[in-house]
């Protein structure tokens, strides 16, 4: 038993010293250590991109049983409403609200995949939206493309409310195939669908037996592979369009064929002109929607196709529709573009609209939208590996001529010519061999040389390697935007199943225009941001026209240059949620939807990303350092909050807070603590939440008018704010601790 001890110490201390053997000869390669500080730079650079630009995505949850990222997109569901077809408007401009979900107003989109999984039926998105109207209650048809088995299932939901919530039922229709473009419709007291599945080649027709989750198998149509296939009474007929999806190159998505009869249940006959459409795929060929009638005119909805599937909804006007011809006309759909790209639910496709008439005499529309083009997953995969590898190979390139890699070359290809045999002269393969072994020999001598040349300490030399580096560092860059930033869209968060919108309110004057411009630029393309009010105090104003935005600006010229202008009452808000923000300040849209997702929870809370300790006897203004060693806060600063206008601005400017706006009036500083206060005095519960920031740049460093420049001073004034505030307003709240959230969004 000793002597097994013995023998299994010694291969236990052998393994050991040969371990660390190769460390040491690890340590000593000069390969190895030239690729681990590259690794190391790779790391510090793509970390740094990470923490800068990509961590400001909404990236995917890999826990999540459905929405992940999808080859066909991400899909969503938006409402229009309109007094006719030709001029409908989002939700989000109609006004309508939810106070259980604090969205006011209710913002599009209405149905998403989370809609679907939330409800247990997990889906990556949902698209091809159809209503079935039923007195007051809409019914939604649409495709769903399930995560458990990659195809697209039926799914439906119900509206009590005209579209604003949606309640989802469950799946229509499920087949062994995939299944879209559920075309619903009644015919004699019957309810029938009619989906696409070009994949049993036929187009099939469906009766609800149980309406609207139970349905059959009717009858087959047309022993034919036609897709988005839509029908409609016109004119003594039953006219049914779609495309064949056998077609292929240019002809993909270009097609549109037309069938006729005198019933939906057929016989159908081919129309004469077949096909309508067999080659542009910008002319909106391929169906997009129900035909509606207005103002005795029909009209079809198309896809242009061109540039990606499904790129927009075309319109079209039919202007003769008969046996024998078949003339139609591009028109407006009136719905005005998306502008945030990425950053709007519909802002890079929409490709299917169903708009009807209700009984009240306005129109209702669905539309489904995508903020990414088609492939777009795939591409960014691809366009990620891409990057890391070229990276990988200009770190070899650089090491190799650096001699910190060498290249091994067989024995064999440094034999001399003179040594040949006879054999090798007579046989091809040697002869092969041979030329081989010459191009090797010079290549070698070649590329000895450019080792050479580059090794020489030249400015030129120097400039290249720099060159080299740049190219590195971008394509370390491109491999984490691609791999690690999701779709690279900063998206809206939902609560309660819903999107809303807010307003940002930002004051400035003349001598800051060139902040404000700034400021407008990259907040405008934020998803939830509604209109930006840029309150101004002094100067002569700049035109709304002036600014790069991707929504309305206004500016509300203000009579007395005054912080109290910062929360006046104005009426022309159209959303509860303001955001209250410093044209300084630059952040993230992401941390600006976490911010508005946390202010919809509580709504009556001030929910910022500046925290502040207000403590000591007398009170003291300190910095967000001594919050942190406190490990807590009790104020949150308004130059960067969200808070409920119609609350804070009355409160704000109500007659108990006559003192404290003279005081603010009178030192030009301290409106954020006379806000804080109030909302205390207002309530016993918690009146602040706070959200930490990616990152946030103050650019009033950067500016000789700032009025916090000299810090001192401005921290002793707001010091003696907090006396004033507290003797006429009592104490503030108690200490609230970082990180009380679940999600870590406060830490």
């Known amino acids: 038993m000793a002597g097994r001890r013995g023998g299994a110490a010694a291969l236990t201390t052998a393994a050991t010293r040969q371990a660390g053997g190769m460390r040491a000869a690890l340590a000593r390669s000069p390969a190895a250590s030239f690729l681990l500080a590259a690794a190391a730079a790779a790391a510090l650079v793509g970390g740094a ?282 028109v407006n759909l009136g719905i005005e573009e998306p502008k945030k790209g990425r950053n709007a639910w519909n802002g890079m496709r929409y490709h299917h609209m169903d708009a009807q008439q209700l009984a009240s005499g306005g129109w209702i529309a669905v539309m489904d939208g995508d903020r990414v083009p088609s492939g777009d997953s795939t591409r960014r995969t691809l366009f990620g590996y891409i990057g890391f590898l070229l990276a990988i190979a200009l770190v070899v390139f650089v090491g190799f001529v650096k001699g910190a890699i060498s290249c091994y070359t067989p024995p064999g290809f440094r034999v001399p010519l003179s040594r040949r045999n006879e054999l090798s002269r007579i046989l091809p393969v040697h002869r092969l061999n041979q030329k081989v072994r010459r191009y090797s020999t010079s290549i070698g001598r070649y590329i000895s040389a450019t080792k050479a040349r580059l090794n020489e300490k030249t400015w030129s030399n120097t400039l290249f390697f720099c060159v080299v580096a740049l190219i590195g560092i971008v394509n370390v860059c491109i491999a984490v935007h691609f791999l690690c930033g999701g779709n690279g869209a900063e998206e809206a968060y939902t609560y309660q199943g819903q999107h809303s919108q807010f307003t940002m309110v930002t004051m400035t004057y003349e001598a800051r225009l060139w902040n404000l411009k700034l400021f407008v630029e990259h907040y405008s393309r934020c998803e939830s941001v509604r209109e930006i009010v840029v309150v101004w105090n002094k100067g002569n104003p700049p035109s709304s026209d002036a600014f790069d935005s991707t929504v309305p600006v206004r500016i509300r010229v203000e009579e007395i240059n005054s912080l109290n202008n910062r929360f006046r009452v104005d009426p022309l808000i159209k959303t509860r949620a303001v955001f209250e923000l410093d044209d300084d300040i630059m952040m993230t849209c992401t941390d600006l939807e976490k911010g508005f997702r946390v202010w919809r929870e509580h709504p009556e809370r001030m929910v910022g990303f500046y925290p502040r300790m207000i403590d000591g006897n007398p009170l003291q203004y300190r910095n967000e350092r001594y919050a942190r060693g406190k490990k807590g806060y009790n104020l949150i600063l308004t130059g960067a909050a969200f808070m409920d206008s119609e609350f804070a601005f009355k409160k704000y400017w109500s007659e108990e807070a006559r003192e404290g706006r003279e005081y603010v009036h009178k030192n030009f500083n301290c409106e954020d603590l006379l806000m804080n206060f109030l909302y205390a005095n207002a309530s016993s519960g918690r009146t602040v939440e706070y959200v930490h920031p990616a990152w946030a740049i103050d650019t009033s460093k950067l500016s000789s008018v700032a009025i916090s420049r000299d810090t001192q001073k401005h921290y002793d004034i707001r010091t003696n704010c907090l006396a004033k505030f507290a003797s006429i307003y009592g104490s503030l709240p108690k200490k609230w601790e970082f990180g009380m959230r679940e999600d870590g969004w406060d830490k």
């Open 49 to 330: 991109y990470f923490w800068v630009v990509v961590a400001s995505f909404r990236l995917p949850d890999a826990r999540a049983a459905g929405c992940r990222p999808d080859g066909e997109g991400s899909w969503a569901i938006g409402v229009y409403y309109g007094e006719s077809p030709l001029q409908l408007r989002p939700i989000e401009l109609e006004g309508r609200s939810n106070g259980n979900s604090s969205a006011w107003p209710v913002a599009n989109p209405v149905l998403t995949c989370a809609s679907a999984t939330e409800a247990g039926y997990p889906s990556n998105f949902v698209a091809d939206p159809f209503l079935f109207v039923q007195g007051d209650t809409l019914f939604l048809f649409f495709e769903t493309k399930t995560t458990t088995s990659i195809q697209g299932d039926i799914g439906v939901a119900r509206s009590f409310d005209q579209g604003a919530t949606w309640e989802f039922l469950g799946i229509a229709l499920d087949e062994a195939w995939h299944l879209s473009y559920p075309f619903v419709f009644k015919y004699e007291n019957e309810i029938y669908m009619m989906p696409e599945g070009n994949k049993k080649k036929e187009l099939r027709l469906y009766r609800a037996t149980k309406f609207p989750l139970e349905w059959t198998l009717e009858k087959v149509l047309i022993k034919k592979p036609l897709i988005d296939a839509s029908l409609i009474q016109y004119e003594g007929y039953w006219w049914l369009f779609g495309s064949d999806f056998t077609r292929f190159g240019v002809e993909k998505n270009a097609e549109l064929e037309i069938w006729y009869s005198n019933s939906p249940l057929g016989p159908w006959t081919e129309h004469k002109q077949n096909p309508i459409y067999s080659s542009d795929k910008s002319l909106g060929a391929r169906n997009g929607g129900r035909f509606f009638i207005f103002e005795g005119s029909l009209y079809r909805p198309g896809q242009d196709c061109s540039g990606t599937y499904g790129r927009r909804v075309q319109l079209h006007k039919v202007q003769k529709l008969s046996k024998e011809e078949y003339k139609e006309v591009p």
